[in-house]
């Protein structure tokens, strides 16, 4: 059930002015861009209604997850001035270190079958949390959750996050899903992108930690970007939710975001800013990774959140290289969400590591590590691995990280692994403690590729590294495999053997792998490790979830869990008894104490509760909270410490209750005025509430009654306006109201106000009617189109990969070699005396662009009034929407030519074709592509073609006699 609204503020620009350096002469960059407040859509959901994710089956449509490039570069790594060895200086180190016996480590203790999408790639990510292991891939829905019991791996459920509900551009996400646990708040996130509907990222909060409770639930926020933001990764700080992006539109630079983490939790709008880091040269594909916090200990006091990247400056600054050593990059982000003006960004401070080589069959190919088919896999050279995890010791903080490097010059794939401690508190640096390259435990090196690691750091300070593995002869199918290292051992080595988790037996059909894995620590006893990764059980992908600990790691201690800890109560009557707040207590590593219960501060006014009983064992033991809250209460949220203490040992739930002691009264609407005309297709609408609005409750509909209702959120939190999210129909009359609600009840609806929305190009006027001369959604029959080829080989077909709408749309694929493709339409029949006339089709991009502006490769739409012997291109002068990118360049048969490319979700566009008026015309959709790099299998989609026209109505005659005379 929907409770609430995402919607996104205008923007506020609040621009970084000129760096200033610290004390250590870092740069700082003051300032951040506000992009708005956010409203969360709430949903009040039980998992075991929700509908189960439909599994991947034996010739179902796959579909392809596109990793962007947005700056066109060379494929061909540089030549530095000062020539580096192709040899990894750390693997000797490696070698010369005889693996010890792994005793329980190299035992899985659990290791189940994940998900077995097909999409390509599948991105799995996984977290653990106090009950529940979380496993999410792409689907073919957008993301699909899967939900494991911690205790043995069983599987519960699947489900797509879109199933939650709610409307806008969140409701139809897309995948590159992220999962992770907030262990400070006891809460999940969930995320995902959502490019087809617009550059938003969707991030999903819970309000409790058990997804089997008899409900949960979740916040969504829908973040709006400015520009596509690809291959997000998060990081869970104290302060904030921070974000990296492979971001366009960015004037070569890279993006940071930080989300609001304190409203988010509570359900409240939340704000998000933005700032920019510059690029690396030689990358068309990067990003910079947030720290993830693990732990029970937060990180200290207003210490900022940190980003991180690697440079191999034989690669990115080649001009003046050091052959001896390269460098992590680390950033600080102290963000002010009350006023953007403060945020701070220091950065980067530069850390020197051991010289290692990111050209991996060069610096933008898709392919390096062959499998056993000769198939090449996808590297990710580019970014510090999914995750980057953070953990604080008290003595010292710790950060460790990933990435893949050549290890010889041969494009064999090793992991170099760091990590990096800071001592003293924050005012301190972050320095290098120790750092290796795990490429195999024996000398020579056993020709296997490594790569695609996830890496984090139990509560001892022992080390896990998970990862793909694989090799073309002799043939290791590419298979999961984990190896780790406890804290005391010599610095720079993986102590452990070599575990494979599962091994692979086929090959995948094409180059896409992974994008990522993810590696996390069981908050309840900050030892078991939990991974989750992409093998090759047959020529079909598959997904692996193990679990494995060091023996070696952890005290005894309890854990501390409640179920409904967010309530809504209403004392307009008296006194109201809150439902029954179940408190869990568990054990870890045979902890026996008695645990005794207790509000940690004096309760607010008209509050009373008791445990019973309150005192438990931890075998586990259960404990029930009794609440009561009488009308001296205040209206509006109370917080309530739980807390539970055994001997030194103390922690800490919080109780949310929200106080209503009235029902709230009726909006008044303020905007759009009544009778507006000329509105947005995304008007914003607002309106003044009365006292102790818990939700707003708005509907758009195109008629009085309200029966055909277009656009419906329910704002919490007290919101007073909505940002309709998805366009209405233009130049149509619209009528809204509001009514509010919260736990004491719901007012009436307010006075209905109407407005009309502004003439979209192509519209037809109030006194015409709108006619479509031809259309073709390219569902059913398609043999009056035609596909040939002017170079190379034509490629224009129907897939099933991408649709706008339905289930099919037309694709020519971008591919690596010189083409010339073409997709003519049947004859159409142009009417006259109905203006405007025009054509409109709906396309996705993922053409090749050029740095300097321009287009490699790209589409183009051509016009023939001849039935085909001649074509002219329709000029950008005739796009009322959706102009051409820029000018094709050397080398594509189109070369000088206006086309579309780079890379952008669905788009509409509306040509004039009013000048054809009367004749017969055929369309032409051309795809030119040069011989170099291609974006393949993602090209240019078309779909929903229409031609309209504007006709006068027929009169609406009650009477006529046909006679042409007048009879007396």
């Known amino acids: 059930m929907a409770l609430g609204v995402a919607l996104s503020g205008a923007v506020l620009a609040e621009r970084p002015i000129n760096p200033v350096v610290d004390a250590d002469d870092v740069p700082v960059v003051r300032g951040a861009e506000s992009l708005g407040t956010v409203v969360p859509e709430v949903f009040r959901v039980r998992l075991a209604d929700l509908p189960p994710a439909p599994e991947w089956r034996p010739g179902d449509a796959l579909l392809e997850i596109p990793r962007q490039h947005w700056e066109s570069v060379p494929n061909d790594a540089p030549k530095p001035v000062n020539p580096a060895s192709p040899y990894d200086p750390l693997v000797p180190l ?31 990510t996984g977290d653990v949390g106090t009950l529940h292991f979380v496993q999410a ?51 999940w996130v969930f995320t995902e992108f959502s490019p087809q509907s617009g550059n938003s ?38 302060d904030a939710y921070y974000v990296g992006a492979n971001e366009s539109g960015t004037s070569g630079a890279r993006p940071i975001y930080a989300f609001d983490r304190t409203k988010m939790l509570a359900g409240q709008p939340a704000t998000f800013q933005r700032l920019t880091i510059p690029r690396l040269n030689g990358f068309s594909f990067q990003m910079i990774t947030p720290a993830d916090h693990d732990g ?42 009350t006023t953007p003006a403060n945020t701070a960004l220091t950065g980067p401070a530069t ?74 508190g924050i005012a301190q640096p972050w320095t290098l403690h120790q750092e290796g390259t795990w490429a195999g435990s024996a000398s020579p090196q056993d020709g296997i590729d490594r790569w695609m690691g996830g890496i984090a750091m139990d509560e001892s300070g022992n080390i896990a590294l998970a990862y793909s593995t694989v090799r073309q002869s002799p043939a290791v199918f590419a298979n999961l495999a984990y190896v780790g290292r406890l804290a005391n051992d010599p610095l720079g080595t993986m102590t452990t053997p070599e575990t494979v988790l599962i091994a692979g037996t086929g090959s995948n059909g094409n180059e896409r792998w992974g994008d990522y894995h993810q590696l996390g620590v069981d908050p309840v006893d900050g030892c078991t490790f939990w991974f989750t990764g992409l093998y090759m059980p047959t020529s079909s992908k598959g997904t692996r979830i193990g679990a494995f600990k060091f023996d070696e790691c952890g005290l ?74 009488s009308a001296a209460a205040a209206p509006g949220t109370a917080t309530i410490g739980l807390q539970a203490t055994s001997g030194a040992i103390t922690k800490t739930l919080n109780l949310v209750t929200d106080v209503a002691t009235i029902t709230p009264a009726v909006p008044t609407l303020t905007a759009p005025a009544n009778g507006a005309t000329g509105a947005s297709a995304t008007p914003t609408l607002t309106w003044t509430n009365g006292a102790q609005v818990g939700t707003s409750v708005v509907e758009v509909a195109t008629d009085a009654a309200f029966a055909n209702i277009v656009y419906s959120q329910n704002v919490a939190g007290g919101g007073t306006s909505a940002t309709v999210s998805s366009a209405l129909a233009s130049n149509t009359l619209h009528h809204w109201r509001v009514r509010a609600a919260n736990t004491c009840g719901v007012s009436a609806n307010s006075t209905v106000f109407t407005f009309k929305t502004a003439p979209a190009p192509g519209d037809c006027g109030d006194t015409f009617t709108a006619r479509a001369v031809f259309e073709d959604g390219v569902e059913g029959d398609t043999s009056g189109w035609t596909t040939s080829v002017g170079t190379g080989s034509a490629n224009w077909a129907v897939s099933t990969a991408r649709p706008y709408a339905g289930t099919k749309s037309w694709l020519a694929s971008d591919v690596t070699v010189t083409s010339d493709q073409r997709l003519t339409s049947p004859a159409i029949v142009l009417p006259t005396g109905e203006a405007p006339l025009t054509l409109s089709f709906y396309s996705d991009l993922n053409l090749e662009p050029r740095a300097a502006g321009g287009c490699w490769d790209g589409g183009m739409l051509q016009i023939s009034t001849d039935n085909g012997t001649t074509w002219s291109q329709v000029a950008n002068a005739a796009m009322l929407t959706d102009p051409y990118t820029g000018a094709a360049g050397s080398g ?49 989609y078309v779909d929903q073609v229409k031609v309209q026209s504007c006709a006068l109505p027929l009169p609406d005659l009650i009477f006529a006699n046909g006679f042409e005379t007048p009879t007396p």
């Open 94 to 124: 490696q070698f010369d270190f005889s693996p010890r016996r792994g005793n329980g480590f190299t035992t899985p203790l659990v290791n189940v079958a994940g998900s077995a999408a097909q999409v390509s790639p599948p991105d799995p």
């Open 137 to 187: 891939v792409n689907g073919s829905g957008g993301s699909d959750i899967r939900i494991y019991r911690k205790s043995d791996g069983s599987f519960v459920r699947n489900f797509t996050l879109t199933s939650l509900g709610g409307t806008g551009a969140c409701a139809s996400g897309l995948g590159d899903p992220i999962i992770l646990f907030d262990e400070l708040a006891n809460r």
């Open 201 to 238: 990222l969707c991030v999903y909060v819970s309000d409790t930690a058990d997804l089997e409770a008899p409900t949960v639930t979740w916040y969504r926020y829908t973040f709006t970007m400015p520009s596509f933001p690809d291959y997000p990764k998060y990081g869970v700080w104290s």
């Open 296 to 337: 029970a200990t937060a990180p200290p006091a207003t210490a900022r959140g940190i980003f991180m990247r690697h440079r191999d400056d034989e690669a990115h600054n080649a001009g003046s290289n050091n052959p001896t050593q390269d460098f992590l990059e680390l950033w600080q982000l102290k963000v002010d969400f």
């Open 351 to 424: 850390i020197p590591i051991a010289e290692f080589s990111s050209d991996l069959n060069g610096l933008t190919a898709f392919n390096a590590f062959p499998q056993p088919n000769g198939q090449k896999l996808d590297p990710l050279r580019e970014p510090i691995m999914n995750r980057l995890a953070y953990r604080n010791f008290g003595t010292h903080e710790a950060l460790i990280g990933n990435f893949v490097t050549d290890i010889d010059g041969n494009d064999t794939g090793g992991i170099r692994w760091f990590e990096l401690r800071r001592t003293g």
């Open 556 to 629: 005894p201690t309890f854990t501390l869990a409640g179920a409904d800890l967010t309530q809504q109560v209403c004392t307009a009557n008296g006194t109201a008894n809150l439902d029954p707040i179940s408190i869990n207590v568990g054990t870890v590593q045979g902890f026996a104490g008695a645990v005794n219960l207790a509000f940690a501060n004096a309760l607010p006014t008209g509050f009373s509760g008791n445990f019973t009983p309150a005192t438990v064992n931890p075998l586990p033991g259960t404990s029930t909270l009794a609440m009561a809250v």
């Open 892 to 940: 594509n048969p189109a070369s000088g030519s206006q086309l579309w490319c780079g890379t952008r979700p669905y788009k509409k566009a509306v040509v004039d074709l009013n000048s054809y008026a009367g004749q017969t015309v055929r369309l032409r959709f051309r795809t030119t592509t040069d011989g170099s790099e291609g974006f393949a299998p993602h090209g240019w």
